[in-house]
C-alpha cells in the first residue's frame, strides 16, 4: 500500500500557472499507475489525469487538455500536475491517487489510496 501526499495548491489568478506535487510513501511506487482527481464545491469528484507507471502513456480530460500535464519521477516517487492557462472553473479540491491496474483507467472508484488534497482556486 502507497501513501500520498499532495502539495502546491493555492490561489492564482485567471490565466495564471500552479504545479501539483504528490508524493508516495514506500518502494513500490514505481508500480503503480497514478491519477489525478478534482472535486469542485457541490460537484462530484471527477478525473483529470493519469499516467502508467512507466511515465509512457498518459490521458487527459477534454476539460484539460492542453493546459494540464501529468508527469512523475519515479526516482523521487512523485507524480505531478503542470496547471497553465487556469480558469475559475478549474476551482477545486485536487488529490492524486494509485491504482494497480496494467492500463490506464479513469474511474475514481478502481483507485485504491488516495490523499489528503490540495485546495486550487483560480480568481476571475
Known amino acids: 500500500q502507497v501513501q500520498l501526499v499532495e502539495s502546491g495548491g493555492g490561489l492564482v489568478q485567471n490565466g495564471g500557472s500552479l504545479r501539483l506535487s504528490c508524493a508516495a510513501s514506500?518502494?513500490?511506487?514505481?508500480?503503480?499507475?497514478m491519477g489525478w482527481f478534482r472535486q469542485a464545491p457541490g460537484k462530484e469528484r471527477e478525473f483529470v489525469a493519469a499516467?502508467?507507471?512507466?511515465?509512457?502513456?498518459?490521458n487527459h480530460a477534454n476539460s484539460v487538455k492542453g493546459r494540464f500535464t501529468i508527469s512523475r519521477d519515479n526516482a523521487k516517487n512523485t507524480v505531478y500536475l503542470q496547471m497553465n492557462s487556469l480558469k475559475p472553473e478549474d476551482t477545486a479540491v485536487y488529490y492524486c491517487?494509485?491504482?494497480?491496474?496494467?492500463?490506464?483507467?479513469?474511474?475514481?472508484?478502481?483507485?485504491?489510496?488516495w490523499g489528503q488534497g490540495t485546495q486550487v482556486t483560480v480568481s476571475s
Open positions: 514506500g518502494r513500490t511506487f514505481g508500480s503503480y499507475n
Open positions: 491517487a494509485s491504482d494497480r491496474a496494467g492500463s490506464i483507467r479513469v474511474s475514481q472508484a478502481l483507485y485504491a489510496n
Open positions: 499516467i502508467t507507471w512507466s511515465g509512457g502513456i498518459t
